[in-house]
């Protein structure tokens, strides 16, 4: 070996074989060096060894708890078994007890309230005083004289009516018929001729024209003079009315107004025969009526005197312009009858004068008519105005015997009962003053018994009869008794229910409520479930049953939703027919929302 290759070998020999004392002296390599020069094969499968059998120790844990834990998450039910026997259906309601009949003391008179000697629930006797009143001055009699008054003025104007004047139409169709005959007699004298000049008939012809306009004005003024006279303006020209049908109208609204204001005073003075319409007048809405009624006559006065104000300026207008167009009537008529006297005339003219002679006809006609029409018109104003004589009279007569009873009754001191019974209601209290006709204390007849209606579907009803007695649940004594004595349709609007009316004998108060079991019959039944089992979608009702399936790690339970039809029902359980079955299972409550096909867990007991 040469000299060049022996110095490698030291080199390397230097480098790659360490010495003992160079090992002595080296530095320390890096961890990761020393465990990679260390590495054991037989350390890692111990590692993987170790990690699978913890992992499948784990499984195995959670394999034996799984049921456990899974039972933790699902709803607990509570379940009941289903039975089988006797159930007796019961209809529960509740209504008003309510007195047969009741006994309102009143009085007629105003009376001050000194000592009230009964009170409500007391049981009083005929002829027990029941309270006193002390004697003073009686306004009502007083208001009721002046009332008196005011109706015997009424009725005396209302005699004072004026009968109805026919003269001015008799007049007009005497003329209608003066025209008439003068126009047939021109007719036929000019029949005789058969000569014409032209001109004079031309001038004839104007003064026919004007004849007719004339003759036509002058009916129209007559007929509005007549309707001014008879208030009645059908037959009257528009244009000559103006605004008198309007202030007619406005007097005839003031009156209706004055008469309904009046009226409603009079009813609250006299207080009428209704209690309820007058039983809550205060003296401040009787003087607000008068007012009313003082204000609402002296509008009408004021329409009445500018409505009879505007007819006489109105009348004496049309009455000159008649004059004016009579005397023009007669001007043409004169011009008229002398062409007609001294002509003859053409077959053209007779047409002319027969066409005359049909006008005046037809005029005459419609006078009648017109005429005929008024009568009528006027006849059925005639027997309207005797009826409210009639009711006039009648309501005089009416208050004289309201006054006489206050006469009666107005030195009253001592209110006695005019029956037994139990006192419901006292009304008033010491220094009240009593307004007529209002109930002032309210007895029930208890000979008369009690009653209580009770509002329940059809259905229900068909299986109750009359004569079941029914119990009393809030009968906290047990000393009364319920009999239902008649059923009947429920008369409230939109309803389909029948009403129940129980007879109530015992000791019970008018104005309670008592809450009733109706017994409807009963029976055996298959299968009888809580009634909290009994569920209802829009499918009808049904029932959750338990059904169970077996599992590796035991017995898993399901909800299973089962139809039924409901036989019949008490407080407590219902009789169902469907795939149901005596001893089956049924879901009563459960600790959250369930739905059928959800997996459950039966509450331990």
Not at 221 to 245: F, K, M, N, R, V
Not at 272 to 286: C, T
Not at 423 to 436: A, C, F, L, M, R
Request: net charge negative; proline share 2%; aromatic share 6%.
């Amino acid at each position: 070996m040469n000299e060049t290759s022996s110095n490698e070998i030291k080199e390397q020999s230097e480098i790659n074989i360490p010495t003992e004392t160079s090992v002595q002296n080296e530095v320390k390599l890096p961890r990761e060096l020393k465990t990679e020069e260390t590495y054991d094969p037989r350390h890692k499968r111990e590692v993987i060894k170790n990690i699978i059998i913890v992992f499948l120790a784990v499984l195995l844990v959670l394999t034996f708890c799984s049921n456990t834990i899974m039972n933790r998450s699902l709803p607990e039910i509570t379940t009941e078994r289903t039975s089988s026997g006797k159930l007796t259906e019961r209809l529960r309601g509740s209504g008003l007890v309510m007195s047969n009949q009741t006994y309102e003391v009143t009085l007629t008179g105003n009376h001050t309230v000194d000592t009230i000697m009964v009170k409500n629930g007391k049981e009083v006797k005929k002829d027990d005083v029941l309270f006193t009143v002390g004697k003073g001055e009686n306004a009502e009699l007083t208001t009721a004289e002046e009332a008196l008054a005011a109706m015997e003025l009424e009725y005396q104007k209302a005699l004072l009516a004026m009968p109805a004047d026919y003269s001015s139409e008799n007049q007009a169709i005497a003329n209608a018929r003066a025209d008439l005959q003068a126009a047939i007699t021109k007719r036929d004298n000019a029949a005789a001729s058969q000569d014409d000049q032209q001109a004079a008939k031309d001038a004839y012809n104007s003064n026919k024209s004007e004849l007719n306009y004339y003759t036509r004005e002058q009916a129209k003024l007559q007929a509005t003079i007549s309707a001014i006279d008879s208030d009645e303006y059908s037959g009257a020209a528009p244009e000559y009315t103006g605004d008198l049908i309007r202030l007619k109208s406005d007097f005839e609204n003031a009156s209706a107004d004055y008469n309904a204001a009046f009226g409603l005073y009079t009813q609250l003075v006299s207080g009428g025969n209704d209690e309820e319409s007058s039983g809550g007048a205060s003296q401040d809405m009787i003087d607000s009526a008068k007012a009313d009624a003082d204000a609402k006559e002296e509008a009408r006065d004021e329409a009445r005197d500018a409505y009879e104000d505007a007819k006489y300026d109105l009348r004496s207008w049309l009455i000159s312009e008649l004059s004016s167009a009579e005397d023009n009537v007669n001007y043409y008529t004169d011009l008229v009858n002398s062409y007609e006297s001294s002509q003859t005339t053409g077959f053209s003219d007779l047409d002319m004068l027969e066409e005359d002679v049909k006008a005046k006809q037809r005029t005459l006609d419609d006078l009648i008519t017109a005429l005929n029409k008024t009568k009528a018109s006027n006849d059925n104003e005639s027997k309207i105005s005797n009826l409210d004589l009639e009711a006039k009279k009648k309501e005089i007569e009416k208050q004289k015997s309201k006054i006489a009873k206050i006469k009666e009754t107005s030195d009253i001191t001592e209110v006695k009962s005019k029956y037994s019974g139990v006192v419901s209601s006292v009304n008033i209290k010491p220094g009240d003053e009593t307004v007529p006709d209002t109930p002032l204390i309210e007895i029930d007849l208890a000979d008369e018994g009690y009653t209580v209606q009770v509002s329940v579907p059809s259905d229900k009803a068909m299986k109750v009869k009359k004569g079941t007695a029914a119990e009393i649940v809030n009968n906290w004594n047990g000393k009364a008794e319920a009999v239902l004595t008649d059923i009947k349709n429920d008369t409230t609007a939109n309803s389909r229910n029948k009403l129940l009316t129980f007879s109530i004998t015992g000791d019970v108060t008018s104005g309670s409520f008592l809450d009733l079991s109706i017994p409807c019959g009963g029976g055996n039944f298959d299968a009888i479930v809580p009634k909290s089992a009994v569920r209802q979608d829009t499918d009808g009702f049904f029932v959750l049953t338990v059904r169970s399936k077996s599992s590796p790690l035991g017995n898993r339970y399901y909800a299973e939703k089962v139809a039924v039809e409901v036989l019949a029902s008490d407080e407590v359980s219902s009789a169902v027919s469907g795939n149901v079955m005596n001893g089956d299972y049924v879901i009563t409550a459960s600790s959250k929302s369930i739905a059928p096909g959800d997996q459950v867990r039966i509450k331990d007991k």
